[in-house]
């Protein structure tokens, strides 16, 4: 069965402060996807990233960075160099593709990320 | 103005009653979900259609109805209100086809079951 696991509930950091979110998956497919989404005090969902399970080069954008690790699982979000702006829940999720039928989704509990000036 | 919406953006009714949560999508996507968002447990998928009159359960289908007559339209029915719905509630849509398959949320409806 699928799973996604972040077992940071809340993080603090001061502005400028790199921080690492961690998500840890589980699935027995060969083929899936996973995403980061931000989630701003605001309340909407904002997606971030998708990444197919073939493809497990990190990839950067600005200040976010994401690093795939098949071998451990895991799919972790950096932020360098926070600013008070990051501030948000984040998600991890993970989609299994079928050979058949419509894609389900399994979020993580999230992480709240709280950025300090 | 296109993109996904949702409405009401915030209800509040008694238990017992029954409600309705809209969405309502421009892209003409063909796949729309509902989710419950609750402390400690994320987002958990309540329903999920892959086209106009194809629906399918999610992780927690009790206590919820929905419909999709129109691929643009997707809503969600409480049809006897409980506390224990008192949640937010987003909907969701993503295009079909292997290649893509971020969702794209609508801004939710915080519910409240008194």
């Known amino acids: 069965a699928q799973k996604v696991t972040q077992a940071q509930t809340e993080i603090s950091v001061v502005e400028k402060e790199d921080v690492t979110l961690d998500c840890v998956y589980e699935t027995r497919d060969t083929t899936y996807y996973l995403f980061w989404y931000k989630q701003p005090p605001s309340g909407e969902l904002v997606f971030l990233i998708r990444?197919?399970?073939?493809?497990?080069q990190n990839e950067i954008s600005g200040r976010y960075s994401w690093n795939f690790q098949k071998s451990t699982s895991s799919f972790n979000f950096t932020i360098t160099a926070s600013q008070v702006v990051d501030s948000a829940v984040y998600f991890c999720?993970?989609?299994?593709?079928?050979?058949?039928?419509?894609?389900?989704?399994?979020f993580g509990t999230g992480t709240r990320l709280k950025v300090l000036a | 103005d296109a993109g996904i919406t949702q409405s009401p953006r915030y209800k509040i009714t008694e238990t017992g009653r029954q409600v309705t949560l809209m969405c309502h999508q421009t892209?003409?996507?063909?796949?729309m979900f509902w989710y419950r968002q609750d402390l400690g447990h994320g987002l958990r998928l309540i329903y999920y259609?892959?086209?106009?009159?194809?629906?399918d359960k999610g992780e927690v289908p009790d206590g919820y109805v929905v419909s999709r007559s129109k691929t643009e339209n997707f809503p969600l029915t409480l049809e006897s209100a409980t506390r224990s719905q008192t949640s937010v509630y987003f909907c969701?849509?993503?295009?079909?086809?292997?290649?893509?398959?971020?969702?794209?949320f609508g801004p939710g409806t915080r519910l409240t079951v008194l």
């Open positions: 259609s892959a086209a106009a009159d194809i629906t």
């Open positions: 892209w003409s996507h063909s796949y």
């Open positions: 969701a849509s993503k295009i079909s086809g292997r290649s893509y398959n971020e969702q794209f």
């Open positions: 990444r197919n399970s073939f493809d497990e």
């Open positions: 999720a993970l989609s299994e593709i079928p050979t058949s039928g419509t894609y389900k989704y399994i």
